[in-house]
T-cell receptor
Framework: EAQVTQNPRYLITVTGKKLTVTCSQN?????MSWYRQDPGLGLRQIYYSMNVEVTDKGDVPEGYKVSRKEKRNFPLILESPCPNQTSLYFC??????????????FGPGTRLLVL | AQSVAQPEDQVNVAEGNPLTVKCTYS??????LFWYVQYPNRGLQFLLKYITGDNLVKGSYGFEAEFNKSQTSFHLKKPSALVSDSALYFC?????????????FGAGTRLFVKA
């Protein structure tokens, strides 16, 4: 089944404790992206990647890191989480970045609470 | 700068009536426009997109949207609403961004369809 998976789905952590949220897609998509969803603000893009070893900042990159060493994986790293990073996080992938095939497929979400 | 506005936080319609969820955008160049739907505790699902061509775009679940360049709008419509259409709807725009492509989402509009 074609899908985007994220782990963990739920996470409670404390300020300053490094964490990684994994994202994997099995559709051989070039483009991958991370978003956070907050009430009243919609989805805001954190980072995106147009292909392996190519990443760029979205609108709210502060406090986050990403890497794209393999096409299928795009982990989101919070080196020193803080309470304002409490949010619902979504990973997404798309066949391409730009063009008729572009359609983003979203993972199920990761709900993060930073105490 | 790119932006997307969904002027209504919530739209209420009766089952069987037509529905409209509004979206206006601001982007340089030719935009890619998208609608996504989010059901409770789920990730976003693609509904439809406008890349180029016919201004009326048909999508999943009987939804359609009309691209209006002069009004910079991309309103989502459905001729006859179903209770199962109740969900959170997001408009998104993809425009050129230095070094790549960035997607901007609106804040979302919650649709309630009453039986």
């Amino acid at each position: 089944e074609a899908q985007v998976t994220q782990n963990p789905r739920y996470l409670i952590t404390v300020t300053g404790k490094k964490l990684t949220v994994t994202c994997s897609q099995n559709m051989n998509h070039e483009y991958m992206s991370w978003y956070r969803q907050d009430p009243g603000l919609g989805l805001r893009q954190i980072y995106y990647s147009m292909n392996v070893e190519v990443t760029d900042k979205g609108d709210v990159p502060e406090g986050y890191k990403v890497s794209r060493k393999e096409k299928r994986n795009f982990p989101l790293i919070l080196e020193s989480p803080c309470p304002n990073q409490t949010s619902l996080y979504f990973c997404a992938s798309s066949p391409t970045s730009g063009g008729r095939q572009e359609t983003q497929y979203f993972g199920p979400g990761t709900r993060l609470l930073v105490l | 700068a790119q932006s997307v506005a969904q002027p209504e936080d919530q739209v209420n319609v009766a089952e069987g009536n037509p529905l409209t969820v509004k979206c206006t955008y601001s982007v340089s160049g030719n935009p890619y426009l998208f609608w996504y739907v989010q059901y409770p505790n789920r990730g976003l699902q693609f509904l439809l997109k406008y890349i180029t061509g016919d201004n009326l775009v048909k999508g999943s679940y009987g939804f359609e949207a009309e691209f209006n360049k002069s009004q910079t709008s991309f309103h989502l419509k459905k001729p006859s609403a179903l209770v199962s259409d109740s969900a959170l709807y997001f408009c998104a725009v993809r425009g050129m961004h230095t070094g790549g492509f960035k997607t901007i989402f609106g804040a979302g509009t919650r649709l309630f369809v009453k039986a």
